[in-house]
Every structure is written in C-alpha cells, then in structure tokens.
C-alpha cells in the first residue's frame, strides 16, 4: 500500500445519526465545563479528566499538541435530542505516527447523560473507518488504567485486543491517588480485523436504540 500523502492527519468533521465529531476549538469551553459537570467525572482516580476550572488550559494543551502534530482533537456534539448541538465530550487521535501510519484513540470522555448510548459506539466507528478507510492505517491502539473495567470493557466490546499491559508505566497525578503507579492496557485493532470489527459495530449502531 502506497503511503499517503503528508500532512496525514488534518482536521476533520465526522457526522453520523447520534453523533457529531468537529475539530476541537476555544468555543466549546462553556459546554464542556457544563458536561464534565455532569457526574463530576475529574474525580474518578483512574481518569485523567479535567477539572472545570481546568478546562479551558486542556483545551490548549490538545490544540497545542495538534500544532506539534502529535494529537487531532475532536469536540463530540449531541445532534438531537435535549443536548443537540452541544458538546458533551471529548476525544482524539493522539501519538499520531505518520511513517507507520500508526495512531491511538484515547482521551476520551462523555458527560453522564450520555454514556452507555449509542453516542460512544458510533463515535469510535466514525473515527476508526476515517483511520482504516482514508487514513490508511495499518493499526489503531485504545490505552487504559487497568483499574478503569468500565473502559477496558467498552474497548473489547468494540473487537480490540490486549496486545499487553505495561506495568508501572506512569504516574499517578489524580490528588485522590497520590505515589500510585498506572498499569495501562493496551489494545489494538489492525488493518485486516477492520472489516470484521466495522461489520459488529454497524451491527450494534442498526440495532433500536
């Protein structure tokens, strides 16, 4: 396969029935600090989701590593319903590897009125056919806490594997964890397990919601 051309990994917007993902941007601050209100999610230890105080400097941090071209931030948007048009969420691409067109889908998280919908399962199929179908990604990883089982869980229902666990790989900053050591497990989905994994995800996105 002929690599593509550079720059590889560009600003997108990706659009589907119960979701919406757009280039992150200093306008999504409001919504943001609203919806990581919901359910208070910086206080989950094994997470590293920023306070609302906090959100505007994350904004910056991920657009500043978009310019470096190590990360391709997204605003997730709600299309309908109560929340339509607003975001409630965040993710990536992130250490983007352009010579192996190699990327990871991580930092990743949804207010709470949100999870468990169909809103995460077509936010990772939109994002993974864009890595698969125009990117030309030879694989996509997913890293978590080991202690996060809500999102190991989320991340084989989607067909990934555990390629390994790397222990003690970082540390710890959550003030509620202070000198604890994060395991993190590593996933991936590589490029010949795509259609299997496309064909369970629009499988689940057909069924009533």
Request: hydrophobic content about 40%; proline content about 8%; glycine content about 6%.
């Amino acid at each position: 396969m002929t690599p593509p051309p550079t720059p590889w990994c560009e600003p997108v917007t990706l659009a589907g029935r119960h979701a919406r993902l757009e280039p992150l941007a200093p306008t999504h601050h409001d919504d943001l600090v609203e919806a990581v209100q919901d359910g208070e999610l910086w206080r989950l230890w094994y997470t590293a989701i920023p306070r609302p105080q906090d959100m505007r400097a994350e904004i910056e941090r991920r657009l500043s590593l978009q310019a470096a071209g190590s990360m391709l931030p997204f605003a997730v948007i709600a299309p309908s319903g109560a929340l339509a048009g607003r975001a409630v969420g965040m993710t990536t691409y992130m250490h983007i590897d352009t010579p192996n067109r190699r990327l990871e889908i991580g930092s990743t998280w949804y207010r709470r009125a949100v999870q468990r919908t169909a809103l995460n399962t077509e936010c990772k199929w939109m994002l993974l056919r864009h890595a698969f179908e125009v990117l030309g990604c030879i694989a996509v990883e997913f890293r978590t806490h080991f202690f996060n089982r809500a999102s190991r869980a989320a991340i084989e229902r989607l067909g990934a594997k555990l390629d390994g666990v790397l222990r003690s790989h970082q540390i710890c900053t959550h003030p509620d964890a202070p000198g604890s050591l994060r395991d993190t497990c590593v996933y991936s989905i590589i490029a010949s397990e795509w259609p299997s994994v496309k064909a369970h995800l629009q499988h689940q996105l057909a069924r009533p919601c």
